[in-house]
C-alpha cells in the first residue's frame, strides 16, 4: 500500500519530468535483472522521497536534480577515499553508481553562458561599496535568472570573483 502511494505521489507532482526517468530507470533495471542499477536508483529515489516528506509536498525538479548531483559527488569522493585505502573493488563499485547516476543529470551550463550572464548581472548591479556585498549581489542576481542545480557554483564563484577584480 505505502508502495502504491509512492507511485501516485510520484506522478503527481511538479518535479514529474525528473521523477518519471528515476521510475521509467528502475523498471528497466529491473527488467534487465541489472541490480546494482536498480539499487543504486533506488537509493536516490529514497532520498526523493525522504526530501518530499520533509518539505511536505513533492519536491521540484532541479531539487531531484540537487539530490543526484550531490549523490554522484559522494559516490566519486568515495570511491577516491577506497582507491587510497587500497580498495580498487569498491572504488570500482562506487565508480559505476556514479556513472549510472550521472546517466540522469542534466548538463551543466557551459562556461560560455555563465560569463554572458555573469557579464549582464555586472552591469545591471551597481557597483558602489564593500566588495562582498557587491558579489553578494552578483550572486543573488546571477542565481535569479540561473538555476543553481544547472551550474557549478564554484565555476561561478571563481569567475565572478575574477570579473569583478577585472572592474
Do not use: C, W
Not at 542576481?141 to 551550474?151: E, G, L, P, W
Request: hydrophobic fraction near 40%; charge should be positive.
Amino acid at each position: 500500500m505505502q508502495m502504491m502511494s509512492r507511485a501516485l505521489s510520484a506522478t503527481s507532482g511538479i518535479a514529474t519530468d525528473m521523477r518519471q526517468q528515476l521510475l521509467s530507470g528502475v523498471k528497466t533495471a529491473m527488467k534487465t535483472k541489472d541490480s546494482v542499477t536498480s539499487t543504486t536508483i533506488r537509493s536516490i529515489l529514497s532520498e526523493v522521497y525522504a526530501a518530499d516528506k520533509s518539505a511536505g509536498s513533492p519536491v521540484s525538479s532541479s531539487a531531484i536534480t540537487a539530490i543526484l548531483r550531490k549523490a554522484t559527488l559522494r559516490r566519486r569522493d568515495s570511491a577516491i577515499q577506497f582507491i587510497s585505502a587500497s580498495r580498487p573493488d569498491l572504488a570500482q563499485q562506487e565508480h559505476r553508481e556514479a556513472n549510472i547516476l550521472a546517466a540522469f543529470l542534466p548538463p551543466l551550463m557551459s562556461d560560455v553562458d555563465i560569463d554572458r550572464i555573469l557579464n549582464e548581472v555586472i552591469a545591471e548591479t551597481t557597483l558602489d561599496g564593500d566588495s562582498r556585498k557587491i558579489l553578494g549581489q552578483v550572486y543573488k542576481t546571477f542565481y535569479s535568472k540561473v538555476d543553481r542545480s544547472n551550474v557549478d557554483t564554484n565555476t561561478v564563484k571563481r569567475k565572478a570573483e575574477a570579473l569583478l577584480l577585472n572592474i
